[in-house]
Every structure is written in C-alpha cells, then in structure tokens.
Nanobody, 123 residues
Framework: QVQLVESGGGLVQAGGSLRLSCAASGRTFSSYSMGWFRQAPAKEREFVAA????????DYADSVKGRFTISRDNAKNTVYLQMNSLKPEDTAVYYCAADSLRRTLVAGGAHYWGKGTLVTVSS
C-alpha cells in the first residue's frame, strides 16, 4: 500500500507560479513511477505529467509542456510539480498518483491516488 498526500495548492494570479508536493509513505517509493493529474470543474480528470522511478524519464500533456516540470526526490519520498506561467485554464484539483508503469500513468490510470489539492488561477 502507498499513501499519497498532496500540498502546495492555493490561489495565484495568471502568470504566477506554484510548486505542488506529494509526500509518499508505505511501500518502496522509489520503485513506483509517479504522476500528476488534474480535474477542472465539470470536466474529466486529465493527465498532466509523469516521471519514471529509475531514470527519471518524464512525460507531459501538451497543454503544460514548457510551463510545468515534474521532479522527484527518492530520498525524501516526494514528487514535485513546478508550475510556471499559470493560466486560468490551469484551475483544477491536482492529484498525485503512483503506478509501477509510467505508461499506465500517461494513459490515464494509476494504482494509487492522493486526495488532491486545489489550484485556482485568477485572471
């Protein structure tokens, strides 16, 4: 079992930045690929970014490429999402997720989910 707890959400103006953190506990964190998803009001949950457990290979949704950066610190059992140049359309609840395969995250699935943190971007 893996428990995931997100933090770092909040209210920010368009053009601003936020860094989300996801602290993991339970089974060996470093053996899981980690990802971030988001769900805006009245919309389906969508993939944002993923990072592999070993080489740190990353994937991003086209909508966030060049603005968001996913990273991980295996020693701290933590994954981060640095969000820059935020837009109002980035407003959503952001979820941390874990799976043994990065491609599962990219396809929209995950074995473990956090409860989410709200990011609101004002125009």
């Amino acid at each position: 079992q893996v428990q995931l707890v997100e933090s770092g959400g909040g209210l920010v103006q368009a053009g601003g930045s936020l860094r989300l953190s996801c602290a993991a506990s339970g089974r060996t964190f470093s053996s899981y690929s980690m990802g971030w998803f988001r769900q805006a009001p009245a919309k389906e949950r969508e993939f944002v970014a993923a990072i592999s457990w070993s080489l740190g290979s990353t994937d991003y949704a086209d909508s966030v490429k060049g603005r968001f950066t996913i990273s991980r610190d295996n020693a701290k059992n933590t994954v981060y999402l640095q969000m820059n140049s935020l837009k109002p359309e980035d407003t959503a609840v952001y979820y941390c997720a874990a799976d043994s395969l990065r491609r599962t995250l990219v396809a929209g699935g995950a074995h473990y989910w956090g409860k989410g943190t709200l990011v609101t971007v004002s125009s």
